[in-house]
C-alpha cells in the first residue's frame, strides 16, 4: 500500500520482516499496534478503529472484539527494527529505530514539506523561514498603528499616521456610543430615583396619617376597655396590635402593590399556597384553592433571605385564581393590573402595558412586576430579579383572609 505519515510501508524497514509484524487490515508495518483479547490478532490501532467506527464491536475476524495492549515482548522486538525516513525523495538520510521514527518526521525532520502562511505553497522546513521572510503573501501587523498589511507592501510614516488617524475616529465614535449608552442608562436610574422618592414621601404621609389614626385609636380603646387594674397591661398591648394592623397596613393594601411587607403584621392572614420558584405552577392548582380562598387573596414572593417578609405583594379578590385574559391583555382591579393566561403566565403589573414572551418581560416599572410560568415552567421574575425559573431562593406565595 502507498506510504504516508500515518503508516509505514514494508519497504522502508532496513531488514527483511515476518509476516507478524504486519497489520493484515492495511499490510503496513504495525503501527501503534493494538491486540484482539479474543483472537489475539494484532493491528494498527489507526486501522481497526475504523473497521469499529464502521461495524462496533465487531472484530474482523472472530467477530467479538476486545481490545488489549500487545504484549511487551513483541513491541520490544518492533522497537528493535530499523526505518528509513518518510522524506528520503527530499533528501533526508536519516535511518532509526522504530520508537525513534514518529518524533523525527513529526517534528524533527529539516526535510519534511510545511505549508508557507502567505502563499500556501509546499516548502522544505529547512528553508520555510526564509520564504516566508520575502513571500509578499505574508500578512504582518504595524506596531505603531495596528495596520494588517501584506509584507513588503508600501506603508510609510503618512501612511501610519493616516491609519493612526482612522482608528482615533474609530475610538472617538465608540467612546460617543457608549456615552450616549451610559448616559441613558443614567437618567433612567434618576428616573426610578424619582418614582422611588414620591412613593417614599407617599408613604411617610401614610405612616404620618396612620400614626395620628394610632394615637387617636389608643386613646379611644383605653376609654373602651377602662384600662385600669382590670384589665393587664399585655391584654391592652395584643389588642392594640391587632387594631393596628388592620388599620395600618391591611386597608392600604388593598388596590395597590406593596414592597417588603413583614408577615407578622398580616395576622388576619394565613398561606395557602407555597412552593419554590422553581416549581410548575399550573391552573389546576389555582382552581384547587377557590375553595380555600375567602373574599381577597394576597399574591407575592419570599426571599430566601427575609423568610418572614413578602418582598413584592398585591391583593386582589379570589376570582383573580379563575381569570382567563387574553395575551397581553390584563384585568385591572383598584390599582392593579392581573393576568392569568392558560400556556402562558400568571401575575401582575403596575400598568396594562405588558409583553407576555411567555411571562411579562417589561421593564417599565419592573421593580412593581411579579410574573410565573404556567404548565411550563417556574416562576420568572420578582420586580426586576428575573430568570428565576428554577431558583431555590425565592418561593411563590398566596394568602388568604382567616374566615
Not at 395620628?212 to 385600669?228: D, F, G, T, V
Not at 391583593?315 to 392581573?338: A, E, M, R
Not at 428575573?386 to 394568602?399: A, M, P, Y
Request: proline letters at 4%; hydrophobic letters at 35%; glycine letters at 2%.
Amino acid at each position: 500500500m502507498a506510504d504516508d505519515r500515518n503508516s509505514i510501508c514494508k519497504e522502508r524497514v532496513q531488514s527483511s520482516i515476518e509476516e507478524e509484524y504486519l497489520c493484515p487490515l492495511c499490510y503496513n508495518l504495525l503501527l501503534k499496534p493494538v491486540e484482539c483479547n479474543n483472537c489475539q490478532r494484532v493491528f494498527c490501532k489507526q486501522c481497526i478503529d475504523k473497521c469499529l467506527k464502521a461495524k462496533p464491536n465487531l472484530c474482523p475476524f472472530c467477530e467479538n472484539y476486545q481490545e488489549k495492549r500487545c504484549s511487551p515482548m513483541f513491541y520490544a522486538l518492533l522497537c528493535k527494527l530499523k526505518i528509513e525516513c518518510i522524506n528520503k525523495p527530499n533528501g533526508c538520510d536519516q535511518v532509526l529505530l522504530y520508537e525513534l521514527i514518529e518524533e523525527h518526521e513529526t517534528n524533527k525532520c529539516l526535510d519534511q514539506m510545511k505549508q508557507c502562511r502567505g502563499c500556501l505553497k509546499n516548502i522544505l522546513k529547512r528553508d520555510l523561514d526564509q520564504h516566508e521572510a520575502t513571500c509578499d503573501q505574508i500578512e504582518i501587523q504595524c506596531v505603531k498603528c495596528s495596520l494588517i498589511r501584506k509584507q513588503n507592501s508600501k506603508h510609510d510614516q503618512f501612511d501610519c499616521l493616516s491609519n493612526k488617524q482612522v482608528l482615533l475616529e474609530q475610538k472617538i465614535q465608540q467612546n460617543e456610543e457608549q456615552n450616549k449608552t451610559l448616559i441613558n442608562k443614567i437618567q433612567m436610574a434618576v428616573k426610578q430615583l424619582e418614582i422611588h422618592n414620591i412613593e417614599n414621601q407617599q408613604k411617610i404621609k401614610q405612616l404620618e396619617i396612620a400614626n395620628a389614626e394610632s394615637q387617636e385609636m389608643i386613646k379611644c380603646l383605653k376609654n373602651e376597655l377602662q384600662w385600669n387594674d382590670k384589665f393587664s397591661k399585655s391584654d391592652f398591648i395584643d389588642e392594640l396590635k391587632k387594631q393596628i394592623s388592620l388599620s395600618l397596613l391591611i386597608e392600604p393594601f388593598h388596590g395597590d402593590i406593596k414592597t417588603n411587607i413583614p408577615l407578622a403584621l398580616l395576622p388576619q392572614w394565613h398561606i395557602i399556597y407555597d412552593q419554590l420558584y422553581s416549581h410548575k405552577t399550573t391552573i389546576n392548582e389555582f382552581h384547587a384553592l377557590l375553595p380555600k380562598c375567602s373574599v381577597n387573596i394576597i399574591v407575592g414572593a419570599i426571599s430566601k433571605n427575609s423568610p418572614t417578609v413578602l418582598s413584592l405583594a398585591a391583593c386582589g379578590p379570589k376570582d383573580i385564581l379563575s381569570l382567563n385574559t387574553l395575551l397581553n391583555q390584563p384585568f385591572k382591579h383598584d390599582n392593579v393590573y392581573w393576568y392569568l393566561t392558560p400556556t402562558k403566565s400568571f401575575g401582575f403589573s403596575p400598568t396594562s402595558v405588558i409583553k407576555q414572551e411567555s411571562p411579562d418581560i417589561v421593564s417599565d416599572q419592573g421593580y412593581k412586576r411579579l410574573s410565573w410560568y404556567l404548565d411550563s415552567y417556574g416562576g420568572y421574575r420578582v420586580g426586576n430579579i428575573i430568570n428565576l425559573t428554577t431558583s431555590g431562593d425565592w418561593r411563590k406565595v398566596i394568602l388568604s383572609e382567616k374566615v
